[in-house]
């Protein structure tokens, strides 16, 4: 069982800056794959970007492709999300998961079920 907390959305102008963190406890955390996912009021969920759990395998959606970055640190049990260049089209929620057996590739798929957190808002407006 993994729990998930994220934070660091918030307000900003177009052109801005935020950097999301998802902080995770459990069991053998450093073990898993992680994913960010944002989804909008009447969107479907998109995934954003994972990470593979020694983190050299990561993936973008092509929406965010040269505007954010994923990391994590094992140490720390936490993933972040650092966005740049924001449009108003990144204005979601955004959650980090993962499950079970959860592969990081091109797809960026959301977990079927597994472990997710409430979210975080992020909004992009001047």
């Known amino acids: 069982q993994l729990q998930f907390v994220e934070s660091g959305g918030g307000l900003v102008q177009p052109g801005g800056s935020l950097r999301l963190s998802c902080a995770i406890s459990?069991?053998?955390?450093?073990?898993?794959?992680i994913g960010w996912f944002r989804q909008a009021p009447g969107k479907e969920r998109e995934g954003v970007s994972c990470?593979?759990?020694?983190?050299?395998?990561?993936h973008y959606a092509d929406s965010v492709k040269g505007r954010f970055t994923i990391s994590r640190d094992n140490y720390l049990n936490t993933v972040y999300l650092q966005m740049n260049n924001l449009k108003p089209e990144d204005t979601a929620v955004y959650h980090c998961?993962?499950?079970?057996?959860?592969?990081?590739?091109?797809?960026?798929?959301?977990?079927?079920?597994?472990?997710w957190g409430r979210g975080t808002q992020v909004t992009v407006s001047s």
């Open positions: 998961a993962t499950e079970s057996g959860y592969y990081c590739d091109a797809s960026v798929r959301s977990p079927d079920s597994g472990f």
């Open positions: 990470i593979s759990s020694s983190g050299t395998n990561i």
């Open positions: 459990g069991y053998n955390v450093h073990a898993y794959a």
